[in-house]
């Protein structure tokens, strides 16, 4: 199976700073077709998870474009360019690309 | 307006079966794969089960595979997983997904104890 290894698990941030998550995998996650399906969801406490980028670096409709997504193969990034208070939770990258599909560990956003 | 609402769980002895629900609207059911996803209490999300719109692809997690079973109803526009076996690892916060996890429900809590 792959292996989705996100870093840090904490990250304690002001508002208006930048920060980065990675999230790295044990196998390429570039897929026959093309495509590479690594996604990034924010599940903030008591809600289901909502989705920030599919396929790396495609921004979802609706998400506010201080989100940003990059990577190739097994190494990829969030980056978070001027947190506000509501982008608090935890970060977690997902891949669909190779059955059975998983889940990184997650990444919990907090204020410093 | 996309909506998945979960139905069916609840409190279920060790070793006992639980079928749950996902019933899908305002969108095109039949045109989509769809994953259950669990959360353990205040633990990560871990990914179930996959079924394509067709049914014709299905995996599941070394976790669940042999006790679990996806599958769907595109007349109903219903997407089910029946659980089998289950143990008390099984107790989650279980969520039906489009295949993108653009569009989620709200989850329903399957508790597995004696």
């Known amino acids: 199976d792959v292996v989705l290894t996100q870093t840090p698990p904490t990250l304690s941030a002001t508002i208006g700073q930048s920060v980065s998550i990675s999230c790295r995998s044990s196998q390429s996650l570039l897929h026959s077709n093309g495509n590479t399906y690594l996604n990034w969801l924010l599940q903030r406490p008591g809600q289901p998870p909502q989705l920030l980028i599919y396929l790396v670096s495609r921004l979802e409709s609706g998400v506010p474009n201080r989100f940003s997504g990059s990577g190739s193969g097994t190494d990829f990034t969030l980056k978070i360019s001027g947190v506000e208070a509501e982008d608090l939770g935890v970060y977690y990258c997902v891949q669909s690309t190779h059955a059975p599909y998983t889940f990184g560990a997650g990444t919990k956003l907090e204020l410093k | 307006e996309v909506q998945l609402v979960e139905s069916g769980g609840g409190l279920v002895q060790p070793g006992r079966s639980l079928k749950l629900s996902c019933v899908a609207s305002g969108f095109t059911f039949s045109n989509y794969g769809m994953n259950w996803i669990r959360q353990a209490p205040g633990k990560g999300l871990e990914w179930v089960a996959y079924?394509?719109?067709?049914?014709?692809?299905?995996y599941y997690a070394e976790t669940v595979k042999g006790r679990f079973t996806i599958s769907r109803d595109n007349a109903k526009n219903t997407l089910y997983l029946q659980m089998t076996s289950l143990r008390s690892e099984d107790t989650a916060l279980y969520y039906c997904?489009?295949?993108?996890?653009?569009?989620w429900g709200q989850g329903v809590m399957v508790t597995v104890s004696s």
């Open positions: 997904a489009s295949p993108r996890y653009n569009y």
């Open positions: 079924i394509s719109s067709g049914s014709s692809y299905i």
